[in-house]
């Protein structure tokens, strides 16, 4: 065939094979699409109670002067225990006129000293009350840059990263990130630019007044009003000498929202209040001051009042809210329905609800805590997969690759009731395991070639990630030995990794987020936004690789310790700080030991609060599609797990077996969880964050490609490495592939699994409909096309059922049987009849191509 013809016969093909192959192409994607559908909306107005909630410590009740601001909750209650919020759906009114001002949010501001009474009233006439007392109205108050200016530049958005808080600043401004640095955002906006951008004479010509409302043109617009609580504040600074707070600074302890956790039907709406606690022990309510975010957007939007409004998804979703860098989180749990109850004497507490006859008994704790969420959100599990599906589910999970015909037959044949714990120990003893949970830290760690030959130091720390794998090397184990590997790389692989991360930052930051799951880039720079973690942490983790010393020998190199005290300098003060771990008290090690012993101890001890939470999470969205906490390596006191006690209990687990890795895997692949089918039953479609059902996910891009390699007969070969090498063995992301990177392979320049894309685009499928690689797979004279036309000792029914199972483990159903065998012994080409009649193995080609294009060869479901 020459290339003109090989050109035109994908388009022929496309032509034909999409009218013969639509009900076949249908039937398999159909189950694989999910929907939202609408929720109850919300509990009846019968037998009811109304209150106005105290929100703790006194910032409830009281208001002092004129810059301070209260925000009301009003809470309703049924009488089954079911509390939503109602702040904004009553009237408020108070007793004396003239006090305080409520607006139809329930933001209270204050007027005059006094005692008032607000009253809370409902439509049907339901009421509630609460006393506020009012004082310091009468006196101008001093305006506090820190306390009260500052945050209005994070409010607004002036000081963040998009604005003026990044590194080079915006239009010759530049901030703080964030706020963190208020000394030196209040030197610039007074000193720099000739002070220029505040007037003392005339406070309302102040370039950050004109500008902030948007008076003088301005990159950001207007940020606020001249009548906003904000610009009053900020124009009462500057009238009073733009001052710097004098003496010892009143400074943030903590905050915490108000409600901390309640259950909201789909589609409901929740005001939040947020109280701060201050160092000389007073509290205030900075709710309007605070910053909001939400850890998923389909589940809820927040806005800048603290008003959370839910999607029509079910599941749990958590609110952050930051505040001088300090954060808090509000979880909200949407259940299916909204009659589900909270207890009535804990209106704010979560319960479970049993579930009915057919909910899939709890086997291993796995099972156990996803059941009582499920139980919770009133949501049915889906029935168990069948065993086609696990077959081919398990093999591609445990070994990247599909399972072989005689695996398949031998699965299904077998009658044994404990035959899903067999297959699953079966394959983890197989050197395919070990080569692809290989390849997948391979990539987290880095392990990269950027084109050229082969290299030495590839292939060894591959072999040696190979082998901790088969041997099963308890996992602190294998961090410790990365960790801590000195010497060169022939007598300890392990030191690759030193040599593939040389920067000493990059160190400390893919230790945390690879073994700890804390993102702590941030804190290199400036106090992390969504975490508490300082420069200052930053630099103690630093100190404990500042004594590695690497010594070149011609080709070889050798990592050492010097004999020093391991130390790192606060990027702020220049001061030298000890080694210490996150949250973690510093140590002194002896100066002639090397430091990272320290840190391999910790990091690995069963007391750390991070060390097995993240491998648990890591693993489970492996073989679950999503984690527990979304992206997997991130596990802030803000993004907090969707089920707490499946991690807390899994990590337990995993603590308990001396961290066995199989004895995880085990442990998540033996859940009714993880064998649950991927069709959705009639009130789980909805359902994408508690794994009440399998999600499907893509094949990996290496998996994929051998995925096709065994359907098709032909085989991919990679340069330098032998014939017959499947994707999934090779040792570093440096092959040059095109199949590779456009399905996502990633490069390695990180230790984050986000490197690895899963999203479809328009490249693959071209690549997939119509590419000359796939071309040559389906029409290589040996391959399984060319074999299974030429094949006439068998019936046709048999070959097609023997390709259905190699590529989707299963048979045929009667309905795309009958559609394979009429096309393949068709006397003609139906769509064209002057075309020519296609070769009886052009034909067995469309059938291979239409199984691989299919959705369901496409993802593991």
Same mark, same amino acid.
Request: charged share 25%; aromatic share 6%.
């Given at each position: ?104 949010? =329930? ?26 007392? &009012? ?62 951008? &505040? ?12 500008? #902030? ?53 789909? =589609? ?12 000389? =022990? ?22 800048? #009042? ?166 099963? /090397? ?39 987020? %690879? ?101 648990? +999470?890591?693993?489970? /969205? ?41 004895? %995880? ?95 479809? +685009? ?14 040559? /797979? ?26 259905? /199972? ?22 003609? +080409? ?32």
């Amino acid at each position: 065939m020459n290339a003109a013809e090989l050109k035109h016969v994908p388009r022929r093909r496309i032509v034909r094979t999409y009218l013969a192959f639509a009900s076949l192409l249908f039937c398999m994607s159909t189950n694989l699409v999910a929907e939202n559908t609408p929720a109850d909306k919300g509990p009846s107005t019968v037998d009811a109670t109304l209150r106005i909630d105290n929100i703790g410590d006194g910032a409830a009740t009281e208001l002092v002067g004129t810059d301070a601001r209260l925000q009301l909750i009003v809470s309703r209650s049924d009488a089954g225990g079911l509390t939503t919020d109602w702040t904004r759906r009553v009237k408020f009114n108070t007793t004396p006129d003239g006090l305080v001002s409520i607006d139809s949010t =329930g933001l209270v501001t204050p007027l005059a000293d006094g005692i008032v009474t607000v009253q809370a009233t409902a439509d049907n006439g339901v009421t509630a009350t609460s006393k506020l007392t &009012v004082s310091g109205t009468g006196r101008e108050q001093p305006v506090s840059f820190v306390g009260q200016v500052v945050p209005i530049f994070t409010k607004l958005g002036c000081n963040g990263g998009g604005c003026h808080g990044k590194i080079s600043g915006q239009n010759g401004f530049r901030l703080s990130l964030l706020g963190f640095e208020a000394e030196e955002d209040h030197k610039r906006l007074i000193a720099e630019s000739r002070a220029r951008r &505040v007037s003392l004479a005339a406070p309302d010509r102040s370039l950050l007044l004109m500008k #902030t409302i948007n008076a003088m043109p301005h990159g950001g617009g207007a940020r606020t009003d001249r009548d906003s609580h904000e610009y009053r504040v900020m124009r009462r600074w500057i009238a009073q000498g733009m001052k710097f707070d004098q003496g010892e600074i009143r400074s943030v302890s903590s905050i915490r929202c108000f409600p901390e956790v309640r259950r909201m039907a789909a =589609g409901s709406e929740q005001q939040l209040a947020v109280i701060a606690t201050y160092s000389d =022990g007073t509290v205030e309510d900075v709710t309007r001051a605070a910053v909001y975010e939400s850890n998923d957007l389909q589940m809820a939007e927040v806005d800048e #009042t603290g008003l959370v409004r839910c999607g029509e998804m079910v599941g749990d979703v958590a609110v952050m809210a930051r505040y001088q860098g300090h954060v808090s989180v509000f979880l909200a749990e949407v259940p299916l329905h909204s009659d589900r109850r909270s207890a009535p004497d804990m209106p704010n507490k979560l319960v479970s609800i049993q579930g009915d006859a057919n909910t899939p008994q709890a086997t291993n704790v796995v099972d156990r805590f996803v059941q009582k969420k499920l139980d919770s959100l009133g949501i049915p599990a889906s029935p168990p997969c069948d065993d086609a599906t696990f077959v081919r589910r398990i093999t591609l999970d445990l070994t990247g690759r599909l399972p072989t015909l005689e695996e398949t037959d031998t699965f299904l044949s077998n009658e044994a009731s404990d035959k899903r714990a067999r297959k699953i120990d079966e394959l983890l003893t197989s050197d395919d395991y070990a080569s692809f949970f290989a390849r997948k830290w391979s990539v987290i760690l880095r392990n990269r070639r950027a084109g050229g030959p082969l290299q030495t130091s590839n292939m060894l720390f591959h072999h040696w990630l190979k082998e901790s794998l088969r041997t099963n /090397k308890p996992y602190d184990q294998f961090v410790d030995e990365l960790l801590t590997a000195s010497g060169s790389l022939f007598s300890n692989p392990a030191t690759a990794w030193l040599s593939q991360v040389t920067d000493q930052n990059e160190r400390v930051e893919d230790i945390s987020q %690879l073994f700890l799951g804390q993102r702590i880039q941030c804190a290199r720079c400036h106090h992390h936004p969504y975490e508490k973690w300082s420069q200052e942490d930053y630099a103690r983790m630093s100190a404990f690789f500042s004594t590695i010393a690497k010594k070149t020998d011609g080709v070889d190199v050798t990592f050492v310790t010097r004999i020093a005290t391991p130390s790192a300098n606060h990027p702020k003060t220049g001061q030298s700080v000890a080694p210490a771990g996150l949250d973690s008290e510093p140590i002194q090690p002896d100066v002639a030991a090397d430091p990272r012993r320290a840190l391999s101890e910790w990091v690995t001890s069963p007391d750390n609060p991070f060390f097995a939470k993240a491998l648990v +999470n890591r693993y489970w /969205k492996h073989f679950m599609g999503r984690g527990l906490v979304e992206p997997e390596d991130d596990l802030r006191v803000t993004n907090p797990p969707s089920n707490p006690e499946l991690m807390d209990a899994m990590a337990a687990a995993l603590v308990e077996s001396k961290y066995d890795l199989k004895s %995880l895997i085990r442990l998540i692949c033996n859940s009714a969880a993880y064998s649950a089918s991927s069709d959705a039953v009639a009130d789980n479609l909805i359902d994408r964050r508690s794994h009440s059902r399998y999600y499907p996910k893509r094949l990996q891009a290496e998996t994929l490609l051998d995925s096709i390699d065994s359907v098709t007969g032909a085989t991919t070969t990679f340069a330098g490495m032998p014939t017959g090498t499947r994707a999934v063995e090779l040792p570093d992301t440096g092959f040059d592939s095109y199949f590779l990177s456009v399905f996502g392979q990633p490069d390695s320049k990180t230790a984050c699994e986000c490197e690895r894309s899963s999203d479809a +685009n328009l490249a693959q499928s071209l690549h997939l409909l119509n590419s000359e690689q796939m071309q040559m /797979k389906l029409t290589h004279e040996q391959g399984r096309a060319a074999m299974l036309a030429s094949d006439t000792s068998r019936p046709t029914e048999a070959k097609i059922a023997e390709l259905y /199972k190699l590529a989707l483990s299963r048979k045929p159903t009667d309905t795309e049987l009958q559609s394979t065998l009429s096309y393949l012994e068709s006397p003609a +080409n139906q769509e064209s009849p002057d075309s020519k009649e296609p070769h009886p193995r052009e034909r067995w080609e469309d059938l291979i191509w239409a199984l691989v294009n299919s959705k369901e060869f496409l993802f593991n479901h």
